[in-house]
């Protein structure tokens, strides 16, 4: 029903940028939040961004002043600016969409399928 597709991973050297996308489509009736967590291996997954439909932002102190995210209501897309990286920022970044169906009542959480982002050192 709702697809959530994830571009712009790579690999940097520290101190590089990358921005990160994400395109929702599908039966999508509306989308509250979006937002990014990220996934290094042996860690918990960790939210990194969010932003709510009228643009307001959190995120996590660790990347607070690095990292910017936004979104384009009439695309269905976020994305994630990424500056100043560090060997730290290093794991998989995974979009999500919390969003309400055209079909169904009720909000879901849909994700996408993650996108590798590796910084050297």
């Known amino acids: 029903q709702v697809q959530l597709v994830e571009s712009g991973g790579g690999l940097v050297q520290a101190g590089g940028s990358l921005r990160l996308s994400c395109a929702a489509s599908?039966?999508?009736?509306?989308?509250?939040?979006m937002g990014w967590y990220r996934q290094a291996p042996g860690k918990q997954r960790e939210l990194v961004a969010t932003?709510?439909?009228?643009?307001?932002?959190k995120y996590s102190d660790s990347v607070k002043g690095r990292f910017t995210i936004s979104r384009d209501n009439a695309k269905n897309t976020v994305s994630l600016q990424v500056d100043s990286l560090k060997p730290e920022d290093t794991a998989v970044y995974y979009c999500y969409a919390n969003l309400r169906l055209l079909s169904s009542v009720g909000t879901y959480q849909y994700w996408g399928q993650g996108t590798q982002v590796t910084v050297s050192s």
């Open positions: 599908g039966s999508i009736f509306s989308i509250n939040a």
């Open positions: 932003i709510t439909s009228d643009g307001s932002t």
